[in-house]
Each structure stands twice: as C-alpha cells, then as structure tokens.
C-alpha cells in the first residue's frame, strides 16, 4: 500500500519565482493537511482540508501560499512569489475518517536563493 | 492554545540503555496523543497513537503512557539500540478534530 506521495523531493529556486508543491494522500484518507518544518519553528500546520474542503488555512502564512484540493487524491500548495525565508521542508498528511492518526510523507524540500 | 513542550531537546545513551521521552501539553481537552519518529531528511513515522481515554500503549520495545489530568506523556525505549538514533516527536490532537500540534522534539543518539 503506497503511502503519502510528495513532489518534488526538492526543489532550488530563485526569489519571485512560482513554486508548486503537490501531494497524493493515501487512498481513502479524507482529512488531508500540509506542514511546514523549519529548524527555528518545528512543525507548523498550515491548512488543513476535510473531504477536499478546506476547514482552517489560519497557519498559511500570508496571501502568497495557496492550497487546493480538486479531487480526492490530489493536492497543492503554492507559493507565488517565493522568497528565501519559504525555505523550508513541506510535509503533506492524510488521515482516515474520525482516527485522529496522521500518516505523513517525505516531504518536500524547498530552498529559494 | 495548546502549547506543546519536550524535555530533553537532546539526549545521548550508551546502547543498553532504558530511556524515557518526555512530552507536556498545556491544555488538557485532547482527542488523543501520537508519538512519531524522524530520521534525517525523511518524513515522520508513526511510533504509537494514545486516544484520550487510554493511559498506554506498547509497541515492541515501545511503551507510551498518557496522564491527561497533569498534562504528560512519556515515551519509554527499553533496551536502546543505535537504529534507535533519531528525533522523536509528540503530538496533540485538539477536541476540535485533526488539527495536531506538536513539541520541538527529542534528538535522540544511542551510542554502540
């Protein structure tokens, strides 16, 4: 059974430039979240969705991060425009139904120059 | 809002060793409690899940207990092995459903 799946692993990029991270939950997993791990503030949860809607984007840290979720096995988040301080290790989650037990990938690696 | 602190931020054992992980939340109104792993540069593994009306949970060499009323959780390792080096972290699972907030996490070393 394949678990979380993130792309790209890394990813270098300029400053201003469109970043693009996208993960496929486990099957059958309707709670979704994305993570941001930094070594100065640990694990932050961004925004987190419930059957492809999304219940709390309070952790997005301003109006250049975008999360969708089109389809149950697909989402994004989006950085337009990237600055150095986005850099950082992206994590996407899945969850089943009423478990409240997090299964994660392995993440995604961003450095903005 | 919940705050969640683990003591030691580090920790170095000789192989053998018996430890135990100690993880605090400030806000007792929790749904349950995980405990992950993380080795370095990978995604987090799930060690041991508590649910808020359990005081424990054992995997291998692996006990997690909860104590709700005090705020505590500990993650004893028995018998420690170098394959057990990594960052352990907790994380509370608020009433309000998924949303999870976890500690800074312990870096653990076990030496040979």
């Known amino acids: 059974d394949a678990g979380v799946i993130q792309s790209p692993r890394h990813e270098v990029t300029e400053m201003g430039q469109e970043v693009t991270l996208r993960c496929k939950p486990i099957?059958?997993?309707?709670?979704l979240f994305w993570y941001r791990q930094t070594m100065m503030r640990g694990l932050e949860l961004l925004i987190y969705?419930?059957?492809?809607?999304?219940?709390?984007d309070s952790g997005m840290p301003e109006d250049r991060f975008s999360a969708k979720m089109p389809n149950a096995s697909f989402s994004t988040l989006k950085i337009q425009p990237s600055e150095p301080r986005d850099s950082a290790v992206y994590f996407c989650?899945?969850?089943?139904?009423?478990?409240?037990?997090?299964?994660f990938g392995e993440g995604s690696r961003l450095t903005v120059l | 809002k919940q705050e969640v602190t683990q003591i030691p931020a580090a920790l170095s054992v000789p192989e053998g060793e018996n430890l135990v992980l100690n993880c605090s939340f400030t806000?007792?109104?929790?749904?349950?409690l995980q405990w992950f792993r993380q080795d370095p540069g990978k995604g987090l593994t799930s060690l041991l899940l508590?649910?808020?009306?359990?005081r424990e949970q054992t995997s291998g060499r692996l006990n997690a207990s909860l104590d709700k009323s005090s705020g505590r959780s500990t993650l004893y390792i028995a018998a420690s092995q170098p394959g057990d080096s990594a960052t352990y972290l907790c994380?509370?699972?608020?009433?309000?459903?998924?949303?999870?907030?976890f500690g800074g996490g312990t870096r653990l070393m076990v030496k040979p």
């Open positions: 989650a899945s969850s089943p139904q009423g478990s409240g037990e997090l299964f």
């Open positions: 969705f419930n059957n492809n809607v999304p219940i709390d």
């Open positions: 099957s059958g997993h309707n709670s």
């Open positions: 806000d007792s109104a929790i749904y349950n």
């Open positions: 994380a509370v699972n608020d009433n309000a459903g998924n949303m999870l907030t």
């Open positions: 508590i649910q808020s009306s359990q």
